[in-house]
């Protein structure tokens, strides 16, 4: 194998192994879906009064006077939403407002309804609703004539009535493990709200779960809509129910040519919404938010769509007003590191950070969850295995689930550009080597000839050796008249008397000219090869026939260039 195929292997070797642990690691490592990264972020919201009844009685015989403190919390409106920012800007349903008239009308006659019920007990039969005005007795009796005094506020009749306060309220549920220690945070709608989007301020919040915030709808069809149907807690769940929209950035649902299973969740999410999940966050599958679903009355079962699409265009508008920036924080970002391990099934290794995530936000429920799993497997002696590679990176604030594989496209370009540069490489080299001659033996090195008027020094690999002793050529016997040695074939050259005489150039050899005389160090190999190796007569000097370097009788080769001496 010649030197630059063997680059060129090298080459090739080099590429692959940067590819191969690139590659390989990342198809098999497992990502938290985006409804997961999502879910600690969503939050049920309840729109309310507080409302303090003072109860008053009037009791025969006259002057005789009692009052009974009763305090309610009524819920007005309630609706799904979620956090878009650590320090508590919450997205919901327009329906979590302001209280109108009609609302604080509504909250008071709760109010007065719970108090009788206190009161009185067993002795006053009311229906369900207490939202609705009751009838306990017949009219003439004292009791129905004091709930009929209590119901519009703060007037009384002989037999009594109320004192009513009303204080508007809104509390924030996020997905915690214990409402009371962690939960029930009051807030305030912002002003600006518009009758689809409401934004809370959750008042001296920090470190809240997050959800990413899209900045269009664009490309999004398969969806995941979240929520709750009541306060998060062992009763009420998180829920999961996917849906579609008609095509791709649309702002409709899916109606038409459902399957069994669509149909089925369409139907599912249709009363969900009814129940409170309307304003809880749209995921898209490239794990963004991009609305929110409110309950149409022109919806309902298919072929009607489950509810109607508020737009993350509209979002961003009401946030951009208050200038609220979405964005996620630490929290987030120790829960997808975490997540990646513990989907991985390396609980030893999500254990740190489903810790972190607890210490920044206790109460997290999620988290919480997946620690004590954690914990019992390692326990069990079954801590998984050691984190994988793409796990151990810096987790994003985004998934790239279904994203294009951009970095392996640039990794097999780069291959392919170093596979193209070898190439050329080799094909240079292979033109620019000399001719390999007739015999099969490749052409060394030219040896450099010696000066004209220089002598010309015996050198070169000795007889029977290449890298052996140099063997000097003995000086020439006889000498012309001046100190000329003279040489065969007529050629001399000037000697100093009692010297050793001096060889002439490669021209002054016999019978040669001075081109025939130059012969390529190729050309002396390859004489040296065809030639057997004969030594000059016994008794009789000679010279070299290719350097024209004198030969001693015992030489077979030249001392300076090596050819054979015949």
Known sequence: MTGQRRRLLWVVAFTVALLVPMTAPADAHTHPTPTELAAPGVVYVEAGARVEVS?????RPAPHLTIVQSTSTPVLHSASGFVVEPTGAVVTSGEIRQPTAAD???ARVYAVNEAFQKRYGARVSMTDDLFDRQHVAPASDPLQQRLEACYPPNTTNDAGGCVVSVTPTFVVYPHVTDQAKYGQLPAEVLAGSTPDVSVLRVRAASGLPTVPLADSRAGAQALAALGFEGVPGKENTEKQINAHLAEPGADVLKTKDLDEKEAKAAVELAAGLEAGMRGGPLVAEKSQVIGFLVVDPDSGPPPKAPGR??????????LAAKKITPRQGPVDSYF???????KNKEYAAAIPNLEKTLELFPGHAIAAADLAVAKAKVAAGTPGASPSASASAAPSSTSTDGGFPWLLVVLAVVALLLLAVAALLLIRRRRGREPTPAGGVPS????PRPREGRPAHASGPAAGGRDGPVAAGPAVPGTGAGGVAVMAGGGSAPSRAGSTPSVAPARAVAGQTPAAGARDASRRVSRVAAAPAQGAPPGRSAFCTSCGSPLAAEHRFCGRCGAPAG
């Open 444 to 447: 060394p090195p030219k040896t």
């Open 55 to 59: 109860l008053v009685e009037h009791q």
């Open 309 to 318: 699409l508020v737009d993350v265009s509209a979002i961003r508008k009401v």
């Open 336 to 342: 997808e590191a975490a997540s990646h391990n513990y």
């Open 104 to 106: 604080l009308d509504r």
